[in-house]
């Protein structure tokens, strides 16, 4: 439907321009009405859609009164959301892990291979077409791929680790890491309120291994536009490998840095089938987008539901706004 929408706008964008130039219109219109169905279909995926949301989560919304009237409840969806027994705050936190146990590894590991693999050597380019397989694959079928891998009894890494006489993990499960448990007087703490378990590691390892090659592939573009003579300078004035990935490398790429920090944190918060396929609605799991899903599509709250897809939307635009506005007050210093 949307393909048709474009072809027809599109159709009349070029209508529009036939009629303009034989009318001689100012150039200012003809620029309107080109991005005119650009604009259109933009409305009508996103502004219409997310209007229509801000209005049902002003109503008690369930499969009950969804063909009938719908009782206005006002503000009162998003005070039971932000209350303090509510389920939004552990999610909430479960996120901001999630966000953090993810794009930190991501970003460092992806600028050591962008550094290491941006010398030649023998067999570069096949090393890099293998790095970049990940993220070639849709997320679904990394998450099944992983799943069986993880298995208990059967997967690929238990049975490697038996036989080299270690003894196989419950990844997918909900115990605490041994290592932090053991940390005295924090160590259970930790594990029930920061989520030091199995399961919310196994997410973090899944999507750390499929998109640090992203992180890797924006790195290593970002330094072929390098200047070199940068580096030969360095050189001729003694610089060792330290000091020109941190006097030289660092601060030419910091722009990049934050461009793909902010990409993946867009992507982090929308994360979803993931971990969805490895432990569906799972409390130690469930991050923001996973409760969305829970009172939308389980519990059928769809007034609760739009109210938390709201106050997600804020979340988002609220990361992207600070997060550009550290990238562009770092240009203008």
């Given at each position: ?7 027809v706008?599109g ?9 303009s ?12 009405a ?36 719908w ?31 993810t ?6 590991v992806?600028?050591f291979?962008?550094?290491?693999l ?6 570069k380019?096949v ?36 036989s ?6 419950p ?52 330094m ?15 610089a ?22 902010l ?65 562009y007050?770092?240009r203008?210093?």
């Amino acid at each position: 439907m949307v393909t048709v929408i474009a072809i027809v706008l599109g159709v009349l964008a070029l209508l529009l321009f036939y009629v303009s130039s034989m009318s001689k219109v100012r150039a200012a219109r003809l620029k309107y009405a080109l991005v005119l169905p650009a604009f259109v279909i933009l409305f009508a995926t996103t502004v219409i859609p997310i209007g229509y949301m801000l209005y049902a989560s002003l109503f008690r919304l369930d499969p009950v009164s969804f063909n009938s009237h719908w009782p206005f409840l006002g503000l009162a969806n998003y005070r039971k959301l932000l209350a303090l027994d509510s389920r939004l705050w552990p999610s909430l936190l479960k996120t901001v892990e999630f966000l953090v146990g993810t794009i930190v590894p991501q970003v460092a590991v992806g600028m050591f291979l962008a550094v290491v693999l941006f010398r030649d050597f023998v067999g570069k380019r096949v090393v890099q077409t293998i790095l970049l397989l990940p993220i070639l694959s849709t997320p679904i079928i990394i998450a099944m791929i992983w799943k069986y891998f993880f298995n208990v009894d059967t997967g690929f890494i238990n049975l490697f680790l038996e036989s080299i006489g270690i003894p196989g993990q419950p990844w997918l499960s909900t115990r605490g890491l041994p290592w932090v448990q053991a940390i005295p007087f924090i160590g259970p703490w930790m594990v029930k309120n920061l989520s030091f378990t199995y399961a919310f590691q196994t997410i973090i390892f899944v999507n750390f291994w499929q998109w640090t090659p992203f992180c890797f592939l924006i790195f290593y573009s970002g330094m072929t536009a390098l200047p070199a003579e940068i580096y030969d300078a360095a050189k001729v004035d003694g610089a060792g490998t330290w000091q020109e990935f941190i006097r030289i490398t660092l601060p030419l790429l910091s722009r990049i840095i934050w461009v793909v920090v902010l990409l993946r944190m867009i992507d982090c918060l929308k994360v979803f089938a993931q971990i969805w396929v490895l432990f569906g609605n799972a409390d130690s799991t469930a991050i923001i987008n996973i409760e969305l899903y829970t009172l939308g599509f389980i519990t059928s709250n769809y007034g609760m539901a739009s109210a938390l897809g709201i106050l997600v939307l804020l979340l988002i635009t609220i990361v992207v706004f600070a997060t550009t506005r550290l990238t562009y007050g770092e240009r203008r210093e």
